[in-house]
């Protein structure tokens, strides 16, 4: 006779340790199933709760660029005062050259912030963090060097702020599954009414206007939640493009080659201003 528990097919009548045998392999080969679950449910289980990748690059604490130590620790704890907690941070080595800021996350006794990866050899030359910034994205993505796999990427420099229910506002897209979420936030940049047009039109350090992932210029990389899926599927990555002259739109380049992706599935940006780029 057998007996059902939770879906858990059970021998209920027959005496003896052969049942109990029996039993133990029933339970033992479910327990197994369940801890194995199916790749549909793992996906399904990252659109519930979404883990959140944050790769923060800048110069180490040797370097001629090195961080004002203070801003470093405040964009630190901006971090882990999210009020959503489903996250981890990597520390990057913006030059290259290996991990360099063991003593900054040791002292900060939070498992979720991470030393690196960093690449092991220093660039050649100076790309703004972004060529850091491929390495590390690359190495998370193949499921190394990550606490768990990554749902969304934020991507920012470790001098930046970011207002404790950031990661939180954005839960419901994440949940939805955009391909990228956007925020309005404070630029440090001069605001003018074109890219290459000079005459001012705001003054540093004020909320960006018409901001969105569709103009060069008007969403930060640090403002945005980009989808995991989304960079595997488009198979993009931050790049100094043939047509450009330097790295300064390279964080565009990398939201229009994901809005141009098969499959996009959209944006949203958000009006509350919970990040500052300084």
Request: proline residues 4%; contains cysteine.
């Amino acid at each position: 006779m057998f007996s059902h528990i939770h879906g858990l097919q059970v021998i209920a009548s027959i005496p003896g340790s052969e049942a109990e045998a029996a039993n133990l392999r029933i339970i033992s080969e479910f327990a197994n199933h369940a801890s194995h679950s199916s790749p549909g449910s793992q996906k399904q289980q990252q659109r519930l709760e979404p883990h959140v990748c944050i790769l923060a690059r800048t110069c180490g604490p040797q370097s001629d660029c090195k961080p004002n130590s203070s801003q470093l620790l405040a964009f630190l704890l901006s971090i882990m005062a999210q009020t959503y907690t489903n996250w981890e941070l990597h520390l990057l080595n913006a030059q290259g050259g290996g991990e360099v800021f063991e003593n900054d996350v040791a002292k900060l006794q939070d498992e979720r912030v991470l030393n690196g990866p960093s690449n092991p050899e220093a660039f050649s030359l100076n790309s703004a963090g972004y060529e850091a910034t491929n390495f590390a994205m690359k190495q998370l993505l193949s499921g190394a060097s990550t606490q768990k796999a990554c749902s969304y990427f934020l991507f920012t420099n470790a001098d930046n702020l970011y207002g404790s229910t950031f990661l939180e506002t954005a839960l419901p897209g994440m949940k939805f599954g955009n391909d990228l979420l956007g925020f309005n936030f404070v630029t440090r940049y001069e605001q003018h009414p074109g890219l290459f047009d000079y005459k001012l039109f705001r003054k540093g350090h004020m909320p960006m206007q018409d901001v969105g992932f569709k103009k060069i210029g008007h969403m930060d990389l640090g403002g945005a939640l980009i989808s995991a899926e989304a960079i595997q599927e488009a198979q993009v990555q931050f790049q100094k493009k043939e047509e450009r002259e330097d790295w300064n739109v390279a964080d565009w380049d990398f939201f229009n080659d994901i809005r141009h992706r098969k499959g996009y599935r959209g944006s949203k940006v958000y009006d509350e201003l919970l990040f500052y780029h300084q």
